[in-house]
């Protein structure tokens, strides 16, 4: 690999460039995921059966078809039926709503973790359903809930790629012009496959330290 | 804005394309069960050099996306002289990315064979062949296959992005589809359709091997 030669066609700025649209997407998308994962997960332990049915019917729907695929349906069949957003948009959405089934799959387990015990001592002590939630249970189960979001959060950069087929001009996009572009095809996507790995990789170490966080509360 | 008539002409196209899509999954899932229990195996070897590379190779994997590495091998390894046809290098990237997810099932699995196990088994002179064949594989092997089956499921949800380096699956079937019709609504509501109902009906089979496979479901029997 040429490194001056890959210096002078200016391939390095632009991959940066991209990988920043990607740092910036993983955030924005990994907080709509991380509400919506809540939101989920509890109305799916609600008692009302038909809310049951509604949020388990989203979870299968959406676990059980590819995440680019529901990227399609909202770039290319939403416009058809008059609503056009754009593409950045259909990209954080689409990727939102699809971690959020695995996200709200974390939640309930976390929460139906938790023994039925501290539910039992939080009425003993007279505390509302609010209250122990917010006191008892939640403290509890987001602890034991940290290592499976950093996984999900390392899925989540890496499926940031798929925009790029959505037109989305993130690091794996940047990819493909500089290829078309400067011809340089094994040292464009070996940077680009370095930059994704120097992105995701420290995560690993996150979830790694949750995960010993975790393990010393239980 | 729905029409039936022209689902039914798509319908062959799709189902050709699905053909592609489970030679990929299942060609793909034999080739990570051989690269996960490699791994798996190397992890545990006493040469450290070994190690590491299993480590490396795995933590690579895991944080770089499958689709760059689909272009990868797709595009570059052609310069060098290396040339596959589009769906093999989809079933070699699928097979080589999932590996290292499988290899943390094996390992999950070999441990959680008792150390009462191993110490017997020596005691009894055992040599490695019959020591894996006989005693550890045999208690291993049952509780992995809900988690394999999970990932048998994954890998198939995975197969999709190989329409992007040109094979005809069953998305690429009807990225070709639309392409040609301008018509987005029937193609990609049948791939979802198509897609989803293989997952539950797959994930309902899961769920049966993880009531007769999990160490719960034994003790209880």
Redesign the interface.
């Given at each position: 690999m040429d490194l001056n030669q890959l210096l002078a066609l200016d391939v390095l700025p632009q991959l940066l460039k991209g990988a920043a649209v990607t740092l910036k997407l993983t955030l924005i998308t990994a907080v709509l995921a991380f509400v919506l994962s809540f939101v989920i997960g509890f109305l799916r332990l609600a008692p009302n059966a038909w809310v049951q049915r509604l949020t388990t019917a989203y979870v299968e729907v959406l676990r059980g078809t590819s995440a680019i695929v529901q990227l399609y349906y909202l770039f290319f069949i939403l416009p058809a039926f008059g609503i056009s957003l754009p593409p950045t948009t259909t990209a954080v959405l689409g990727l939102g709503l699809n971690l959020s089934a695995y996200g709200s799959e974390i939640v309930r387990a976390g929460i139906l973790a938790i023994s039925q015990g501290q539910h039992e001592g939080a009425a003993a002590l007279g505390l509302t359903r609010v209250q122990t939630y917010r006191l008892v249970i939640l403290p509890q189960a987001l602890v034991a809930m940290l290592p499976s979001f950093g996984n999900l959060l390392i899925e989540l950069v890496k499926a940031t790629s798929l925009v790029s087929l959505i037109t989305i001009t993130e690091l794996t996009f940047s990819g493909r012009q500089m290829v078309v572009t400067t011809g340089k095809t094994m040292e464009i996507w070996t940077l680009v496959l370095i930059l994704y790995f120097v992105m995701a990789y420290p995560l690993t170490w996150i979830v790694r330290g949750a995960e010993r966080y975790a393990a010393r509360y239980r | 804005?729905f029409s039936f008539e022209f689902l039914i002409r798509i319908l062959p196209d799709l189902m050709r394309g699905l053909v592609v899509t489970v030679q990929a999954t299942f060609g793909g899932f034999a080739l990570a069960l051989v690269v996960g229990l490699l791994l798996a195996l190397g992890r545990r070897s006493g040469v450290k050099p070994v190690r590491l590379f299993c480590d490396g190779y795995i933590?690579?994997m895991?944080?770089?996306?499958?689709?760059?590495?689909l272009?990868?091998v797709f595009?570059?390894l052609p310069?060098y002289g290396i040339r596959f046809s589009a769906l093999f290098t989809g079933i070699l990237c699928l097979g080589l990315h999932i590996g290292a997810y499988i290899a943390e099932v094996y390992r999950a699995g070999i441990d959680a064979v008792p150390d009462g196990q191993w110490e017997a088994a020596k005691s009894l002179g055992l040599k490695p062949a019959p020591l894996w064949l006989r005693v550890i594989l045999p208690q291993a092997l049952p509780p992995m296959i809900p988690p394999l089956g999970n990932f048998l499921i994954g890998l198939f949800?995975?197969?999709?992005?190989l329409a992007?380096i040109t094979v005809v699956d069953v998305?690429g079937a009807a990225n070709n589809v639309?392409g040609l019709s301008y018509r987005?609504?029937e193609p990609?509501?049948a791939?979802?359709v198509i897609?989803?109902s293989v997952?539950?009906v797959a994930?309902y089979f899961v769920r049966k091997l993880e009531r007769r496979y999990s160490p719960d479901a034994k003790r209880s029997r």
């Open positions: - | 804005m933590a690579f895991r944080c770089t996306p499958l689709l760059v590495q272009y990868f595009y570059v310069s949800k995975e197969t999709p992005l992007a998305f639309a987005y609504n990609y509501t791939v979802a897609l989803l997952s539950l994930a």
